[in-house]
């Protein structure tokens, strides 16, 4: 890969990354702000078992808790991760693009934690139409930060072979 186009693809993806992970991250404080405020009046009716579940959501499915507080996390992580990418891209130097691939690839393991409990959610069943928005954005956000990764090792390997240096 020439040393513009990667740097390009690299900076492209993190770019839209970026874009992507704060949409789940409105989309999950949302979600979290609406179960905290109508839970309680909700979950007070409900038997025993439900009524001391710690992740109960009025909304959604009993899955709907756990895609919440995971993509909130996974949205947080990689927004930071993607800023700091485009930083660490632009300045294209090997620490700074080793770097950008490790927290990369943590954002997107916590991104496919988040798109596993989404698709559990869409197992299940019967989620809330912005619900739905946001498992479908974290599906789509588990392969584009899979690109993103594979763009960063191989924009690492150029230059790490241009340098002849690992650090």
Not at 72 to 77: P, Q
Not at 104 to 114: G, K, Q
Not at 134 to 143: P, T
Not at 149 to 167: N, P, Q, T, W, Y
């Amino acid at each position: 890969m020439a040393s513009g186009a990667g740097k390009s693809a690299a900076f492209m993806l993190l770019v839209f990354n970026l874009f992507l992970y704060f949409i789940v991250i409105a989309i999950a404080s949302w979600a979290l702000d609406f179960g905290i405020e109508k839970s309680h009046e909700t979950a007070s009716i409900l038997s025993l078992p439900a009524h001391i579940f710690p992740i109960y959501f009025p909304f959604g499915n009993t899955a709907t808790g756990f895609v919440v507080i995971f993509s909130i996390l996974a949205g947080v992580v990689g927004f930071t991760t993607s800023l700091t990418g485009i930083i660490n891209v632009v300045q294209w130097n090997p620490p700074n693009l080793h770097t950008a691939v490790n927290s990369s690839l943590v954002s997107w393991l916590l991104t496919l934690l988040a798109m596993g409990f989404a698709c559990k959610e869409i197992d299940i069943g019967w989620p809330d139409t912005n619900l739905r928005s946001m498992e479908i954005i974290l599906i789509f956000l588990s392969a584009t930060q899979l690109l993103a990764v594979a763009a960063l090792f191989a924009a690492v390997s150029e230059v790490v072979a241009r340098h002849g240096r690992i650090i």
